[in-house]
């Protein structure tokens, strides 16, 4: 049973640019979340998509945007990237059960903006 | 609001006891602890729902204090795998679902 996956594992890009992250949930996960990490500090939620719509949005510039796909995936767009977006970014899926949702992490995608 | 944890680092000898604190300022539904070895994904530990219930995983176990808006994770007889940070995940409100607000993070060093 495959984990959560996302690609690329590392990234390089300069201010300005745009960059495109994907995630594949566990199988199973019909819900993703995406997190930033700076060096550091907590995971830091930016928004979770259910049905392929925004269902909650963290405390994030409309910059950062996403979209789930049918079959789940999902991907996070950061436009006009600034050096302070250099982070891990980390996919989370999870599904509803009697308990609520655990969310299970991806291995994360390192963005280095120079 | 970010929920506190403490302390913010800990070095143990291997077999040794540890207790990390999780609280919050805002009525908790769930706590849910990871921990994170440099350079890896948060890795899911448990969850403790409304009701102080208490969960073990192994010589890992935790508590919620719901009055208190406090949890505790405790790990007896320490492991040199023990080693990493340590976080722990909020969810705020009436439900279990949507965002998880992290605490800062303690660092667990498990010396031999």
């Known amino acids: 049973d495959a984990g959560v996956t996302q690609s690329p594992t590392h990234l390089i890009k300069t201010r300005g640019q745009q960059v495109t992250l994907r995630c594949s949930p566990k199988?199973?996960?019909?819900?993703v979340s995406w997190y930033q990490q700076a060096l550091g500090q907590g995971p830091q939620f930016i928004f979770q998509y259910y049905e392929e719509e925004e269902r909650q949005r963290g405390n994030f510039p409309d910059r950062f945007s996403g979209h789930q796909f049918p079959n789940y995936s999902s991907e996070l767009n950061v436009n006009a990237l600034l050096l302070g977006d250099s982070a891990l970014y980390l996919c989370?899926?999870?599904?509803?059960?009697?308990?609520?949702?655990?969310?299970?992490f991806g291995p994360g995608t390192r963005l280095l903006v120079l | 609001q970010q929920p506190v944890q403490s302390p913010q680092a800990v070095i143990l000898r291997e077999g040794e006891d540890a207790v990390i604190n999780c609280s919050s300022s805002?009525?908790?539904?769930?706590v849910h602890w990871y921990r994170q070895k440099h350079g890896e994904a948060p890795v899911f530990l448990m969850i403790l729902l409304k009701g102080g219930e208490q969960k073990g995983h192994e010589k890992i176990s935790a508590s919620f204090n719901e009055k208190k808006q406090q949890s505790s994770l405790y790990l007896t007889a320490s492991q040199l795998s023990y080693s990493g940070t340590y976080f722990c995940?909020?969810?705020?409100?009436?439900?279990?679902?949507?965002?998880?607000?992290f605490g800062q993070g303690t660092t667990l060093q498990v010396k031999p």
């Open positions: 199988s199973g996960h019909d819900t």
């Open positions: 989370a899926s999870s599904r509803l059960t009697a308990f609520g949702e655990t969310q299970y």
């Open positions: 995940g909020t969810a705020n409100g009436s439900s279990n679902t949507g965002k998880l607000i």
């Open positions: 805002k009525a908790l539904y769930s």
